[in-house]
């Protein structure tokens, strides 16, 4: 198995974090419990999910390329690669506040480029919306699937209370942050600093998707 974690305290995200994960064949993220309150976002390959229960016991979800599964803290899951080809994913975290409501244990899960049963919202000509589904929650006050069209760009806007973030999963662009340019391709993350005026850019002659979400600060 590997993991990296590419998003963080010390690239400007206080509030959560990013793991770039891959699952050999026959490989597995083990049965647990965790406190955070997670977004899984599968990128590559097929495997199953369990959820409250190990292996057949539990809620058993086939996992495929676009699928997101959000858990609640303290609901035990599982991973395995039941593929051919390694499972790639990424695993977003969102830490604790303080002060947090409790909250019923639940997950929801996101077939993200189903229109029939997660319908897409356009904005403009240069942006459509794919929703992740999100359940009862403390930490993420959003989550989705943006499509840039190609040489377009998101609307420039500031968050002064909450903490953005962004993963690219496809295509060539540019993060700006006030006057900063960063370029970015897939597997590219970014905080945006709080009172920061952000947009991104694409620069490509494809469309760009990026995953933003949105926690407390």
């Not at 989550?143 to 840039?148: D, L, T, Y």
């Not at 500031?158 to 999963?169: K, S």
């Not at 694409?202 to 933003?212: A, Q, R």
């Amino acid at each position: 198995m590997r993991k990296v974690q590419i998003l963080g305290p010390d690239s400007g995200a206080k509030m959560s974090a990013i793991f770039d994960i891959e699952l050999e064949v026959g490989e597995n993220l083990s049965f647990e419990k965790h406190t955070e309150e997670k977004i899984y976002y599968f990128l590559s390959g097929r495997g199953i999910m369990s959820i409250y229960e190990e292996g057949d016991l539990g809620d058993v979800y086939e996992i495929r390329p676009d699928t997101a599964v959000w858990v609640s803290p303290n609901l035990g899951h599982s991973v395995d690669n039941k593929g051919k080809s390694p499972l790639r994913f990424i695993v977003i975290d969102a830490f604790e506040k303080g002060g947090e409501k409790q909250v019923r244990i639940g997950h929801k899960v996101t077939r993200v480029f189903d229109e029939h049963s997660n319908p897409s919202r356009k904005e403009g000509l240069h942006l459509r919306i794919r929703p992740i589904q999100i359940g009862q929650s403390n930490r993420f006050l959003g989550a989705e699937v943006n499509i840039i069209a190609p040489l377009m760009s998101s609307r420039p806007h500031v968050h002064d209370d909450t903490e953005e973030n962004n993963y690219v999963i496809v295509g060539d662009g540019v993060f700006h942050v006030n006057e900063e340019k960063v370029h970015c391709s897939p597997g590219s993350t970014h905080s945006y600093p709080l009172e920061a005026t952000r947009r991104l850019e694409n620069l490509g002659t494809h469309p760009l998707n990026y995953i933003n979400y949105v926690t407390y600060a």
